[in-house]
């Protein structure tokens, strides 16, 4: 008797230790450390508008600046090799459409942008609502943003909704936002967008609209955000042409993209659908037309973002009669949420009189709520081994419907 207390008691503890650890590095995970210390000769600026050339110095061994407020600068800026910026909560710095940032670190002299507190979302980070070419974040950390701010939640938000902004951004590690690491509005322009490391973020590494992603290559690092993926949106019809490219990070599309003109997924990626999404391919408002052409070695995935059926809608052809429009060695599964009728994760729909055409091969189609295939024949073109040359699991209205 007395052992199997012993051996209780043992388990307690051991349980114990466990929730003790657990609770330790959520905390770590909230209360971050500092690596530049205040040693008192910190140059506080306490003034909320920067509206001639500033220059600020690596002035001394620990902080150089400490913000104390939302700083909007309509001038230019410019931050020296070294130096440490310090914000206090709450605060955070603005680059308006007049003025520029341009922080150019080294190697072995890094700019930090860093928060007192050393918790997450403590400061706003950085907007940038300027289209100016001095803006250049290189060789920078910027942790602990992402705070409260009308433009976003991140450590670097660049654009807004009525700002095209430009900004360059390169070797540069973003870290410990307490959402996105960075958000980059429709319009607006990551030039250099190169070996960074954006890591530790709450939220997604990048939330960008889809319009834009074309911009993003190789070569950047993603690792341990709470999201990890790069999460692409649309609030408007889509008129610029879409690519997603086979980057070492994976796309999540959000929302409803509706694209009017050509949107093509490169071989090799992996594209995860969010809850309620859909890809309308739009021939009635555009010429919208849909390209996923993967090979053998490189399949292209369109799941949904997590295992089941109906977590997303459909991947819908609009009266889009191009002939570019093309699924080759895809693996498309998890969608199918769809009420209207027979009409499936992959639907071919006649609107307004027009007509549409299709070619899918090599392709697996899973895990649909809805059929596989829709297809309103009537005025569509598709391939006629449609049937034979894919295969189909588990798609719960059938395999394809032909209207």
């Known amino acids: 008797m007395k052992s199997n207390k012993l051996y209780t008691l043992a388990i307690l503890a051991s349980g114990l230790m466990l929730l003790n650890s657990c609770s330790k590095k959520q905390d770590d995970l909230t209360n971050l450390p500092v690596e530049r210390k205040d040693d008192g000769q910190a140059q506080i600026i306490d003034y909320s508008s920067i509206s001639n050339d500033m220059v600020m110095e690596d002035r001394v061994n620990g902080v150089?600046?400490?913000?104390?407020?939302?700083?909007?600068?309509?001038?230019?800026?410019?931050?020296?090799p070294g130096v440490t910026i310090m914000f206090a909560d709450g605060a955070g710095l603005q680059v308006n459409e007049e003025g520029s940032l341009t922080a150019i670190g080294a190697v072995s002299n890094q700019i930090f942008f860093t928060s007192q507190s050393g918790k997450r979302g403590a400061w706003k980070g950085i907007t940038i609502l300027s289209n100016d070419n001095h803006n250049v974040l290189s060789y920078c950390k910027i942790e602990h943003g992402g705070g409260t701010n009308s433009f976003g939640a991140a450590n670097v938000i660049v654009g807004s909704g009525s700002n095209n902004a430009v900004v360059e951004i390169s070797n540069c590690e973003i870290t410990a936002s307490y959402k996105d690491g960075v958000v980059i509005s429709e319009g607006s322009t990551v030039k250099n967008f190169v070996a960074n490391n954006i890591f530790t973020n709450a939220a997604y590494p990048i939330s960008m609209n889809i319009a834009d992603a074309s911009a993003l290559d190789n070569g950047n690092q993603f690792s341990n955000n709470g999201k990890e993926f790069i999460r692409v949106t649309a609030d408007n019809i889509v008129t610029k042409p879409i690519t997603l490219k086979n980057l070492n990070e994976?796309?999540?599309?959000?929302?409803?993209?509706?694209?009017?003109?050509?949107?093509?997924?490169?071989?090799?990626?992996?594209?995860?659908?969010?809850?309620?999404?859909?890809?309308?391919i739009d021939g009635v408002e555009g010429a919208g037309y849909f390209s996923a052409v993967g090979t053998a070695s490189q399949p292209i995935t369109i799941s949904a973002i997590y295992n089941g059926t109906g977590v997303w809608n459909s991947i819908k052809f609009r009266s889009s009669n191009s002939n570019n429009n093309h699924i080759e060695y895809c693996t498309i599964s998890g969608g199918g949420m769809t009420n209207q009728g027979w009409e499936g994760m992959v639907s071919v729909v006649n609107d307004n009189g027009g007509s549409s055409n299709?070619?899918?091969?090599?392709?697996?189609?899973?895990?649909?709520?809805?059929?596989?295939?829709?297809?309103?024949?009537?005025n569509s073109e598709y391939n006629s081994d449609i049937t034979s040359s894919n295969t189909f699991t588990n798609c719960a209205k059938g395999d394809i419907h032909f209207e």
């Open 358 to 378: 299709i070619i899918i091969r090599h392709s697996s189609i899973m895990n649909s709520a809805a059929t596989g295939i829709y297809i309103q024949s009537a």
């Open 64 to 80: 150089d600046y400490i913000i104390n407020k939302n700083v909007e600068v309509s001038a230019n800026l410019t931050i020296k």
């Open 250 to 280: 994976s796309f999540l599309l959000s929302g409803v993209i509706t694209s009017a003109n050509a949107f093509t997924i490169n071989a090799g990626s992996r594209v995860y659908m969010d809850n309620d999404a859909e890809v309308v």
